[in-house]
T-cell receptor, first 112, second 112 residues
Framework: AQSVTQLDSQVPVFEEAPVELRCNYS??????LFWYVQYPNQGLQLLLK??????LVKGINGFEAEFNKSQTSFHLRKPSVHISDTAEYFC??????????FGGGTRLMVKP | ETGVTQSPTHLIKTRGQQVTLRCSSQ?????VSWYQQALGQGPQFIFQ???????GRGNFPPRFSGLQFPNYSSELNVNALELDDSALYLC???????????FGSGTQLSVL
């Protein structure tokens, strides 16, 4: 069985500061990895995904993530956050089945 | 951009009742998945339908059932509602592949 752990439930950060949201997964087979963002009262929007190839993945809104197979991690980073980045972020894994397994989410709170 | 629409947006039911949630997939998508997102948690996979057939199911009891219609719209039915069924129910559509999921904004179900 696969699982996803998001190590921080909340991350407060000041505007224009860098941020890293941590994600670790467990799976016995190769996986696809995703980061989604959820704004209040909305569904999930895909930020970026790792399927294969380069371990550094760039997504929308200036976010990027790095796949580290040895550490089974897929941390999300942004060099300079904006107030508008305040949202809930979910890491998810799929191992060639037909479902996504999500982590518990990290609430990013950007303060002015 | 997603093109996935869900109805209703909010719903209040009482324990023991039955509920039907509806989802209209993005045009051309033949696969629909349903997820349950309890307050403060990540989404959990309920089931997926591919070309009108159930194509995978998560750890949910049989009182959670679904349908996919020839036009690829979908329904989620929940019988004998329990208080713990209170959650945001998300529909996601895709064309065959899980790495290209598009989520709707969800239906917020409250069971009193």
């Amino acid at each position: 069985a696969q699982s996803v752990t998001q190590l921080d439930s909340q991350v407060p950060v000041f505007e224009e500061a860098p941020v890293e949201l941590r994600c670790n997964y467990s799976s016995s087979v190769s996986v696809y990895l995703f980061w989604y963002v959820q704004y209040p009262n909305q569904g999930l929007q895909l930020l970026l995904k790792y399927l294969s190839g380069s371990t550094l993945v760039k997504g929308i809104n200036g976010f990027e993530a790095e796949f580290n197979k040895s550490q089974t991690s897929f941390h999300l980073r942004k060099p300079s956050v904006h107030i508008s980045d305040t949202a809930e972020y979910f890491c998810a894994v799929n191992n060639a089945g037909n479902m996504l397994t999500f982590g518990g989410g990290t609430r990013l709170m950007v303060k002015p | 951009e997603t093109g996935v629409t869900q109805s209703p947006t909010h719903l209040i039911k009482t324990r023991g009742q039955q509920v039907t949630l509806r989802c209209s997939s993005q045009s051309g998508h033949n696969t629909v998945s349903w997820y349950q997102q309890a307050l403060g948690q990540g989404p959990q996979f309920i089931f997926q339908y591919y070309r009108e057939e159930e194509n995978g199911r998560g750890n949910f009891p049989p009182r959670f059932s679904g349908l996919q219609f020839p036009n690829y719209s979908s329904e989620l039915n929940v019988n004998a509602l329990e208080l713990d069924d209170s959650a945001l129910y998300l529909c996601a559509s895709s064309l065959d592949r899980v790495e290209k999921l598009f989520f709707g904004s969800g239906t917020q179900l409250s069971v009193l």
